[in-house]
């Protein structure tokens, strides 16, 4: 391979499922009045996969570049590397703190059930 990295399908991939997917998402989710416990949980689910879907994409393009010609995949090899695995990171983190809240709120209402079982006993 000798063409740039930047021109290669996979490359626009990685950038539609890392702020195109993600975005849509949440813009679909704010339209809505409402949304249930297990829609927050899916988003959180969905968040995390696409985080594991870039750091996996964001790999097999810094091995890409290793065989590439062009001097604009350097930024693949250089420190910048480290900004590309922010975004991942940023949405990994944001979908596991949406199911573990969704996790906690369940588990302080069925607390919450036991407790007013226990006082009508």
Known sequence: MTGSVFVELRFWVAVIVSFVVPLCLYLSLRK?????????FW?????????AADVCML???QM?????????DNF????????????????????ID????????????AEHRYKSDKKTR
């Open 32 to 40: 809505r009045r409402a949304i249930s416990p297990a829609s927050v």
């Open 43 to 51: 988003l959180g689910v969905t968040l995390i996969v696409i985080a």
């Open 59 to 61: 790999h097999g393009l």
């Open 64 to 72: 890409a570049t290793s065989k590439s010609t062009s001097r604009f």
């Open 76 to 95: 693949f090899d250089s420190e910048l590397a480290v900004g590309f695995y922010l975004i991942p990171a940023l949405f990994g983190g944001i979908g």
């Open 98 to 109: 949406l199911v573990s809240s969704v996790f906690r709120r369940h588990l302080e209402a």
